[in-house]
Every structure is written in C-alpha cells, then in structure tokens.
C-alpha cells in the first residue's frame, strides 16, 4: 500500500470514528459500539508496512489515540448499561425458578430421552467487568442453607483488570512496539543531522478465546430442593470455575487449551546494579530489592522509565515468617521500610497468595495485567447419556470463555518472581 492508499485509509478511519462517536452520543448499546470498534481497529493494519515500520506515524499515533478514549468511553457505557441489570445472585434466583417450575425444562424431563440440553441460562457481568480498578469479581459467592467446604480467594483475578471482546470477534489483539531507534542529536547550526533518523517497528500480537468448564450431576429428587441445588450451581460458578481461572492466569502456559498466565510474562529477579547487597538478607530485604527491579524497569534502554509496583503476592507462610523475625536474644526485628503486621514493604501492599508455593513471591504493578471476557457464567442442563436418565440424574454444566492474561511485551519488567531463597543469596553480602 503507498502513501497516497494509507493516507485515503486514514480518512476513511477519521470519517469511522467520528460516526462512532456520534453513536455514543446516541446511547446505542454497548455490545454493538463494541463490534463497531472492532472493525475500525482491525483497519489499522494498514498503517504497517511489510518491512514492520509505520507509516503516516503522526496520522496513526491520532487515530490510536482517539480509539483509546473512545474504548474508554464504550467501556463507561457499558458499566452504565449492565449497571441497571440485576445482580449476579438475582439472576440466578429467577433463571434457575423459571427452569425448575413445574413445567420448566428441567423438572418436566421426563418427557424427554437420551442426550441432549435440557435447558441453559446465561448470567450478564457486573459492572466490574470492564472496571481499570484493581477490584471487583464478576461473580457474588452465596452459600444460601447449605455449608460448603472454604475455598481459597483469587487474588489475580481480583488484581487484574478486566476487559470484553466484542461482538463478532474470537480473539484479542494489538500492536506492540518491536524495535525502535532513538537518534536524536545535537548539531552545529547551519547543518544538518549526519545520520538516520529516529524510528520504530511494531509487532501484531494475538490471543485466542479459551473456554473454561465444570459440572456436576444432580438427582430428580434434589431437583425438588431450590436450595441445595442453588448452592450446587453457586458452587461451580464460584468456586470450580473462578479456581481454575486463577491457576491459569497465575501459571497457564499459553500453548494448546492454555491461557497464558503471568508467571510465562514476569522477569526473574536478579540483584539490581542500584543496590547494594547487605549482610543476612532476608524475605524483607529481598521484597525491597524486587521493587527496585520493578522500578528500574528495562535497564538496557536507559531513557525508558519503570514501573511502580502496587502489589506483593507471597504464600502466607511467608508472611508469619517475616512477622517472627528475631533477634538471637529473642526481640523481634521490625526493618523501618516494613508495615508492623507484615503487611507492607516499601509501601507496597503485601497479600497471601496459596497458589504461590511456599518461598516464592510476585512483585508488580497489576495495572500492567489485563485478562478479556468474551462471554461470563453459563449454565445448561443435560442428559448425558443413558445411563443418566434410567438413574435421573441431570447433568449441570458450567462455563465461561475469555482470553488469557494481556501483558504487552514492555510491560513484562513490571512483573518479577523468584523465590526467597534464591534472591536471598544474590543480595547478601558474604563476610571476607
């Protein structure tokens, strides 16, 4: 494509965008502002070159910069939007009574034979889906009359932030900055600049749309107990379900059925240049230099800046050992940068993580992390087999489909792992 082709492009882009934004105006739903998108993003392919370079660079920096605030724009609509909707736990009370009743799906299966779906429903988002706060769950867990096992919490998912693929679209993706070339100068007045100018290549990264599910079966004579079998489906959406999520954006690979996690993004620590090593280091000791890292960021490029890290994730072992730091007289150790109870390091919040294994920790500013929501919590009903029904028993399947863990390739040096052990003896000073 020449100049004269991405320069029509750019226009037929500027024309799209201005009809969007009048659609917002309008208040025309969010799903259909989101396919809208969709298309005008996929357009600007067009400013890539084969050889990677941008072309019209000041044309597409604009036309990303007006996509940026309008997907911010959708993004508030739609919290407006499902904010009017009921919550997750109202849904479900009036879903699950219409395929209970009487003559409802489920409880008149016995007109039905073999395989097959009885009966399905579909729970919308809260509006904390799309939030950029380091808050919110899609899903309310409710244990109404039936006790249940504890289940461990789901500090990423909580951490993270949350997006929505559109209609029409089986994947996320954007372009990254590959490589760049930064050739600013001084000059003697009345020349000019002796060498290449300054340039960037860019790179189209992609994720594709996983699908998460569970089940349970239910007998005929249970179905008549709304409660236990509330707790039952409570307990897929929000425990099985939200449990294998949070393993997955923790330590999913990102090959196969995977979803890519963060682990597969975040750097390993290594001793900061900047600090300087101290004599018996501990969990304290290695946390802050870990911030360091975090803040120093990609130090090869030295006119880019880090990041600020928010959040520490550590098992909780860890926790109880920095609060039982001692002196060999018995008197505990409180280093100055560190919260009293061991909740914060370096003013960064410190939270227990059990998916971490014991010794291991996460440093990082989760504001860098975002997972995608193609379609939240479904729930069907089905005869699996004949077996099933010569037994009565309804099988309850769960499901949900999203993408795996967005973190663009810059962003990674804000993330750094390792365990204390192994930090520990990169930071301490050995006695000569």
Known sequence: MDEKEVKKLADSISKSVEELKASIDEKVSAEDLEAKFGAITEKLDGFIGEDGKMKLLDEFTKQQGQLDEIATQIKQLDEYQESKAKSFDEQLDISLKDMLKKDGPVMSRKNMSGKGNIGHMELKASPHLTTDANSGDIETQTEPGVAIQPWRDYPIWSAIRKGTIGAGRDSISWWEEATRGDNAQMITEGTGHDGSGSYKTWDKQ???????????????????????????????????????????????TGSGIYLKGIEQYAKTFAKPANFNKVPVANEADVLRAAILQVNNGYTTDTEKKGYNPNLIMVNPGSIANMQCLKKADGTYILPPFMAPSATQVGGVRIIPNLDLDADEFLVGDFNQAKVYVKRNMRISFHYENGTDVLQDLVLVLASMRLAGVKIVSHAEYAFVTSTFSAAKALIEEVAG
């Not at 089940?215 to 409660?227: A, L, P, R, V, Y």
């Not at 707790?231 to 997955?248: A, T, V, W, Y």
Request: overall charge negative; charged content about 30%.
């Open 206 to 252: 992609s994720m594709n749309i996983m699908n998460l599910m569970d089940f349970t079966k239910i007998s005929g004579d249970m179905m008549e107990d709304f409660e236990y079998i509330k707790s039952e489906i409570n307990d897929l959406l929000s425990h099985g379900i939200p449990r294998k999520r949070e393993k997955e954006l923790w330590s999913g």
